[in-house]
């Protein structure tokens, strides 16, 4: 499976967007982008995937850079609650691709 | 109805004793997954079922044991654990297996083994 790249952690305001960026450089035309949180205590929650084109949900926004070297979590209006471990991933959609987790980036909002 | 159930939440066992976690959902999804996480690390893909089947075994020592009872249950069953085996399970489900399906995860089981 491709690798990705993301800060060990970042910091927000409550109530400010916030820009998540992960690195996929060694990206293949079949890999989908995925985005799960944990947060503290609780299991993995997804959050959103793309493959080549930038899409929205009610949780949070993902833009992908037009080579998908790289992808960006955007998160609207940070709350308390959005603190967690941010885990961007490529799951291979030639094979049966499982999720296999990377450090993530552990996001702290700040009141 | 997304929901995955674990029990139980919090486990502690000897090195002698013999359980089992189990794992349930009723999304009708045939991928099932059990994760270890230890403390401040990512999770750490365990097994695969599919179909009730098991499909991966990620070189997992065989004092871990799988069973897929049926397409909404799924147990571990644990026997001569040693102490770094102490870990936070998860399990996880999914449609399929197809790289698009999303997996949802259970709250896990907080293991301890003395």
């Known amino acids: 499976d491709a690798k990705t790249t993301q800060p060990n952690s970042m910091e927000s305001n409550e109530e400010e967007p916030v820009h998540l960026p992960c690195n996929h450089s060694?990206?293949?035309?079949?890999?989908?982008i995925h985005w799960y949180r944990q947060l503290p205590s609780q299991g993995p929650e997804y959050v959103i995937h793309?493959?080549?084109s930038n899409v929205n949900n009610r949780m949070a926004s993902l833009a992908i850079a037009e080579d998908r070297k790289s992808s960006t979590l955007i998160l609207h209006r940070a709350t308390l609650r959005d603190a967690a471990v941010y885990y961007c991933?490529?799951?291979?959609?030639?094979?049966?691709?499982?999720?296999?987790f990377g450090k993530g980036t552990k996001l702290s909002v700040k009141p | 109805d997304t929901e995955v159930t674990q029990t139980p939440k919090h486990l502690v066992m000897g090195m002698t004793n013999k359980k089992s976690l189990k794992c349930e959902q009723h999304?009708?999804?045939?991928?099932m997954y059990w994760y270890k996480q230890k403390a401040k690390k990512p999770p750490e893909l365990m097994f695969v079922?599919?179909?009730?089947?098991?499909?991966i075994n990620e070189s997992v020592p065989s004092r871990f044991s799988p069973e897929c009872p049926n397409s909404s249950l799924l147990n571990l069953h644990l026997h001569a654990l040693q102490p770094e085996d102490s870990a936070l399970y998860l399990c996880?489900?999914?449609?399929?297996?197809?790289?698009?399906?999303?997996?949802?995860f259970g709250p896990g089981t907080r293991l301890t083994v003395l």
């Open positions: 996880a489900s999914s449609q399929g297996r197809h790289a698009r399906d999303t997996q949802y």
């Open positions: 060694t990206i293949s035309g079949t890999d989908y």
């Open positions: 793309g493959l080549t």
């Open positions: 991933i490529l799951r291979d959609g030639g094979s049966q691709g499982n999720l296999i």
């Open positions: 999304m009708g999804h045939r991928a």
């Open positions: 079922y599919s179909y009730e089947k098991l499909s």
